[in-house]
């Protein structure tokens, strides 16, 4: 199948596009044994880091390391802008979604949102029904998937408003780059993204009505794919990194405990899914809680960000509404586009993709991490039978988009450079206002042809780097 | 009918507890049903009443002072209107269409709910599915355990209560029918059921109506609510952790009782 991909670096006629000509001069310059000793420098500094992740389902827990490309992913600063909008747009809308229906539910009552597919949705938290939180803010901390297809056009993939995790490799991989290629940066303007802990400190003290909240991060442990993040996080904005074990409530007040006593934490920047967050509340085998949290949480005594409950939002059917709250709360047009979608729980479109299957993308309404997914170009017989099956048994857990055709850009691989997909993932802080650092996570399917960028799936990340053009 | 109730909860504990929290869903509120007269709680110490998910009235008491033991006493008075059949509400009953882990449909409970119910989803086939399950599932305590999923006992055929009423719920989920779990009290002269009792409501219509499996009641004449839920671990009376403490004992006392010179003034 003859399919055309965007690539981020060279035009259709094979020129280099105007914002990667310096980067493309650095590296025509540079000679191949001194960027492969590199490269050999950036993996070992990784390791002495201990920039690793554990891949989910394997049984050995084996930690690895993600692969890092040397080759970044440029955005020319006019482009940038209009994502810049486009994500505040959306993430300002998915807020005022939620408040909205955890309150008055005007969109239900307007009848654009049907209410059974958010009311039964086991993302809705009946515990969030009334409950006020300062300034409305629902999801503090939101990462918008991007990708580009065949015209260069910018798609949104999803939204990830509970737990979004990478911002570390975003900052990790700037870091390395400007220690190994200093000459790269002073060439030519990139934007800066080092203040992106600041800025996440500044969102989380300013959901609290305190003046001077005391902030932690609360991370499942040691064991969790993300807990390098979540211990670079908390250091990079100098508060506690804690467990479930750390904190107790007396009194609908949560505390930390420390040598030198309970003190009160006010706002919980928590890296836990809801069912864990409360043992008493939620999922009572839960060893990763804290007894009690959601009483306080409920009196208002404590702010958790994310708040419970996004997960209604992200959720990948309640997707396909999302420009029609942009239109509804904001009264404006969608800046970046969704890609469209079958929704497999309406019959008739459960028969288009039934009849689609080897061209589509078939994912999980409730899945992430590109687990549980069928990529239909790339699949074997077999595959899209066994999906076929699941999709009959249970067609509401299910949606299903057309194959993008993902933007490329040069990578580093085993006989050279060559061209691989990628994404973006900015993330969207918000406190007092909403906001973003230029750029994001990049992440890059490094096995040719494939079109899944997820770290548990072979992927590996890029810097990002937005240049004045 | 006029109800008195005492309930008194004991824990003792092997070793000292260094700190322990319990939520706590001992106390009725008004319904269109129900008429709370008086009520009191005693607790090791005071705490305050605040709203639960579902709206239920919950105390959270937290000890952090070592312990050995717990004295939970709840006690008062409550007007049920025998001749109110259905609870009117203004919150949606959609959220009670999801299953838990407790209440998960398997493809025996959903051919059984299809079958048993004749797909009817009103009132009468929801009690010809409660007829249904009380001969399937047999009363029977010391079968299952607390955290016995509504699929465990339906393939077991034994149960009490709380079994009961996630197996029902599980089916009327199944049908598309919200369904939610009641924790409370029942007055019985017969003392082979617990006065602490479970039964399930389902939303017909406009209004949640009682569908109490192990008596086989669709009138709930002689039951008081004390907190509704998704399923036993939203609704029941007490859930708690602790620090240390060993092994438990839990002693349970419950008294209802008609108050018949009441009635007769």
């Known amino acids: 199948m003859a399919r055309t991909f965007y690539d981020e670096m060279y035009d259709a006629s094979g020129a280099v596009r105007p914002h990667y000509r310096e980067f493309a001069r650095w590296l025509a310059e540079t000679p191949d044994d001194l960027l492969a000793q590199r490269r050999r420098e950036a993996d070992l500094l990784f390791h002495r880091a201990g920039i690793t992740f554990t891949l989910y389902g394997d049984d050995q827990g084996t930690e690895r390391l993600i692969p890092f490309d040397i080759i970044p992913r440029s955005i020319p600063a006019s482009e940038w802008r209009v994502v810049e909008r486009g994500c505040i747009q959306r993430v300002q809308a998915l807020n005022l979604f939620l408040a909205d229906l955890y309150h008055d539910q005007r969109i239900i009552k307007a009848g654009i949102i049907p209410a059974e597919q958010v009311l039964a949705n086991e993302g809705y938290q009946m515990a969030m029904q009334g409950l006020d939180l300062h300034r409305d803010i629902y999801a503090h901390i939101a990462g918008v998937d991007l990708v580009r297809d065949g015209d260069g056009s910018y798609y949104v993939l999803e939204d990830n408003l509970r737990t979004p995790s990478g911002v570390s490799y975003m900052l990790e991989d700037r870091k390395m780059m400007m220690r190994l290629f200093p000459e790269l940066f002073a060439a030519q303007r990139v934007a800066p993204v080092d203040h992106y802990p600041n800025l996440l400190l500044d969102a989380l003290k300013s959901s609290s009505p305190l003046d001077n909240p005391t902030v932690v991060v609360l991370t499942p442990g040691r064991f969790n794919s993300a807990y390098f993040e979540h211990a670079f996080l908390a250091r990079e904005m100098g508060v506690e990194l804690v467990e479930g074990a750390d904190l107790f409530v007396r009194d609908d007040k949560v505390y930390m405990r420390t040598t030198a006593g309970a003190r009160q934490v006010d706002v919980i920047y928590r890296r836990l899914d809801d069912a864990f967050l409360d043992p008493l509340a939620f999922n009572p085998d839960s060893m990763l809680g804290v007894a009690g949290l959601l009483s306080a949480y409920r009196s208002r005594n404590v702010v958790l960000a994310n708040a419970i409950g996004t997960g209604v939002a992200d959720d990948k059917s309640i997707y396909p509404y999302v420009g029609d709250m942009i239109r509804f709360y904001l009264d404006e047009e969608p800046i970046l586009k969704n890609v469209p979608t079958w929704q497999c729980r309406k019959p008739e479109e459960l028969s288009h993709v039934l009849a689609n299957l080897s061209e589509l993308v078939v994912k999980e309404t409730q899945g992430s991490g590109g687990y549980g997914m069928l990529v239909g170009p790339a699949a074997s017989k077999a595959e899209i039978e066994s999906f076929r099956a699941r999709l009959i048994a249970k067609p509401e857990a299910y949606i299903a988009q057309p194959t993008l055709c993902l933007s490329t850009c040069p990578t580093f691989v085993e006989r050279g450079i060559a061209p691989r997909h990628i994404d973006l993932r900015p993330f969207v802080l918000t406190g007092r206002e909403t906001r973003l650092v230029p750029g994001g996570l990049t992440r890059v399917a490094l096995r040719e042809g494939s079109l899944v960028v997820n770290s548990s799936q072979g992927g590996g990340t890029k810097d990002t780097w937005v240049v004045e053009d | ?265």
């Open chain 2, 1 to 265: 009918m006029r109800l008195s109730i005492s309930h008194d909860t004991t824990y003792h504990y092997d070793d000292q507890v260094r700190a322990s929290i319990q939520y706590l869903r001992l106390t009725p509120h008004d319904s269109e049903r129900q008429q709370v007269l008086s009520w009191q709680l005693d607790l090791p110490r005071p705490v305050h009443a605040q709203l639960d998910p579902y709206g239920n009235i919950l105390h959270v008491l937290t000890l952090d002072e070592p312990h050995e033991s717990i004295v939970i006493g709840a006690r008062g008075q409550v007007d049920i209107d025998e001749t109110c059949e259905a609870e009117h509400e203004r919150q949606s009953a959609l959220p009670f269409l999801r299953f838990t882990r407790l209440t998960q449909a398997d493809d025996a409970i959903r051919e059984f709910a299809a079958q048993q119910s004749k797909a009817r989803v009103d009132r009468n086939g929801l009690i010809d599915l409660m007829h249904a399950l009380n001969a399937h599932i047999a009363y029977q305590p010391g079968i299952t355990e607390v955290d016995t999923s509504a699929a465990e006992a339906f393939a077991g055929r034994r149960g009490v209560c709380q079994d009961h009423t996630h197996a029902f719920l599980a089916c009327a989920r199944s049908l598309g029918v919200p369904a939610r779990y009641v924790s409370g009290y029942l007055y019985t002269d017969d003392a082979e059921h617990l006065a602490s009792h479970a039964w399930a409501e389902a939303w017909v219509g406009d209004a949640w109506y009682s569908f109490d499996v192990t008596n086989c009641l669709a009138r709930p004449e002689r039951h008081l609510k004390l907190a509704v839920g998704l399923d036993y671990l939203d609704a029941c009376p007490v859930r708690g952790m602790r620090r240390g403490g060993g092994c438990e004992q839990m002693h349970a006392q419950v008294q209802v009782a008609p108050l018949l010179q009441v009635r007769q003034q």
